[in-house]
């Protein structure tokens, strides 16, 4: 591990916006602040909206300065990346926003029932060999169902054809409610202003996926709690990179 990378860390176990529960530390030791993230943290009634794999937290730094009335946590397990937003935070005397790091399997051990009403994935690994590691996995929303308010927002924001085709299926073939969804997010018209807003907040890497001349994907959907979520058995087709500079490794064409 680089100085750089030990610095940071050593910064953030005294920063107090920043709660650190990798899944080794969480298995033995209870979240205590599980249900009560409003009256011991943000010390208010306002709304949760939690960003999953935030990374260096620049969308929840700018959100939550977008939205005073509102909380924002990133989570990621990437502590030396989150380190960037957390301390801009704090620079910036941000109150309404928290950073939590831990792994985004055991997500549902850090809220209790209703304490969420929005969820962002931003730019998340597409996970293309994996179904079960994918955001928008019946695995991952079913823990959402356990946090979420019922019928809450889940919105997607992504530069990967592939978790876009994945997930417009998921919501498909699960009936879920569709907010909204465009394949070209920067050339769509008849977004309204306040949309528009929130989605023009570009972060480090989407930068770098515009120049690279790919088009940015959105959309938010309804995730209600009842109904038993299935995994649509479709062939979509694979990116051919895996992350920005990193071409895909499998020599496939196509995965469920």
Known sequence: MSKGKLAKFADMATYE??????????????????????EQYFKNDN???????????EYTVELAKLYPDMNFIGVDIKGARMWTGATQALKEGLKNVAFLRTNIEIIDRFFAEDE??????????????????????????ERYRHFLV??????????????????????EHNRLPLLFRTEDLYHTEGIDDA????????????????????????????????????????????????SYHRTKRSSLDKAK
């Not at 709660?19 to 080794?24: D, V």
Request: charged share 20%; aromatic share 14%.
């Open 17 to 38: 916006n920043v709660f650190q529960y990798p899944f080794s530390v969480v298995e033995h030791v209870p979240f205590d602040m599980q249900g009560h993230w409003r």
């Open 47 to 57: 709304p949760i909206v939690i960003e999953l794999g935030c990374g260096k937290g």
């Open 195 to 242: 949309t528009r807003k929130i989605l023009s907040i570009q972060t480090y890497y989407e930068s770098m996926w515009i120049a690279r001349g790919l088009n940015i994907r959105y959309m938010k959907f309804h995730l209600p709690r009842t109904g038993e979520l299935q995994e649509p058995e479709v062939e979509i087709e694979l990116d051919d990179y895996r």
């Open 150 to 171: 019922d019928g809450g927002i889940v919105h997607l924001k992504t530069d990967s054809n592939f978790l876009f085709t994945y997930t417009t299926y998921m919501v």
């Open 116 to 141: 969420v009403q929005e969820i962002w994935l931003t730019f998340s690994d597409p996970q293309m060999k994996n179904p079960r590691k994918r955001l928008t996995s019946t695995y991952f929303m």
